[in-house]
């Protein structure tokens, strides 16, 4: 029988046990240095821009004099954007994820597809500003419009939504699917009454975070050659437009010439927050309201 010292074995403990501290005094620093550049960030930008959002820079137009530049045509802008890239993205991604789980054979062919999915993921936005100005601008003959900025951002964002729905897909216990099965539906109705509303939160989830990115990315939208001052305000998705993204790249630049256009900037960041919460809160509400049904 093999000797056991037992002071080895307090010694080996306390080690383990100064590691498990060191650790946890590590990653406990780590979120607290996350969380004390975010408030510094976010009360410098609301201290900046007390004093400049009001009615007038809400429901103003854009202006290249700072006392009476507004945003509300970027207001729309973005929200049209939207109105392309939340449909578009959810119907290809969701489709696309069903495809790949439920209906595609295991395979080459499979593997590829996937490899490339993730490999999307992780591309450059500016990259796809560049195919957006060549297919949808150019060879499609689009222009600088709602449409095409929408189909762009759409492109950039659609691997995280079909990422997020394939796992949301294989959470969902098979035995639902047998059951299914057992009772005699089709595949079709099995995913359609079964599988997608069990689903629906974790979809809603990708869905959330890439209609988050999409709000705020401005590289894509520069390349296309989106505008920013004085456009009139956009009525449809075959308007010129500007967004607020791309507002505050401009004004954070002018800075350099017209200090006020720096408080313009955080202004426009802080109403850029609030339309970004307020979609995100209205997302939650529904998943979460499937969470409990399903």
Do not use: C, H
Not at 41 to 49: A, F, P, Q, T
Not at 142 to 165: H, K, Q, R, W
Not at 223 to 250: C, H, N, R, S, W
């Amino acid at each position: 029988m093999k000797y056991v010292d037992a002071q080895q074995v307090q010694k080996n403990m306390g080690q383990r046990l100064f590691k498990n501290k060191l650790a946890k005094a590590v990653f406990l620093l780590s979120i607290l240095f996350g969380l004390a550049v975010l408030i510094t960030l976010i009360y410098r930008v609301v201290n900046d821009s007390l004093g400049w959002i009001d009615l007038n820079f809400l429901s103003g137009k854009l202006s290249v004099n700072p006392e009476k530049a507004g945003i509300f045509g970027a207001i729309l802008g973005t929200l049209w954007l939207m109105l392309v890239v939340a449909p578009v993205t959810m119907f290809l991604g969701v489709g696309t994820a069903i495809y790949l789980e439920e209906y595609a054979k295991e395979g080459k062919l499979k593997s590829i597809i996937q490899t490339n999915i993730s490999n999307l993921a992780g591309v450059p936005s500016v990259v796809f500003g560049i195919l957006g100005l060549t297919v949808f601008v150019r060879m499609a003959d689009l222009g600088n419009i709602v449409l095409a900025g929408g189909l762009t951002m759409s492109l950039l964002v659609l691997p995280i939504v079909v990422v997020a729905s394939q796992e949301a897909l294989r959470a969902v216990p098979q035995f639902l699917r047998e059951a299914s099965y057992g009772m005699g539906a089709t595949k079709w109705q099995t995913v359609k009454n079964i599988v997608l509303p069990t689903a629906i939160p974790g979809i809603l989830t990708g869905v959330i975070l890439a209609l988050s990115r999409a709000i705020g990315e401005t590289a894509p939208l520069v390349v296309i050659g989106i505008p920013a001052l004085l456009i009139p305000l956009p009525e449809g998705v075959f308007d010129k437009f500007t967004v607020m993204p791309m507002q505050i790249y401009y004004w954070t630049v002018d800075s350099a010439l017209t200090d006020e256009y720096a408080f313009l900037a955080a202004a426009t960041i802080v109403v850029l927050l609030i339309v970004l919460f307020a979609m995100n809160s209205i997302a939650i509400i529904i998943r979460n309201k499937f969470q409990k049904r399903f």
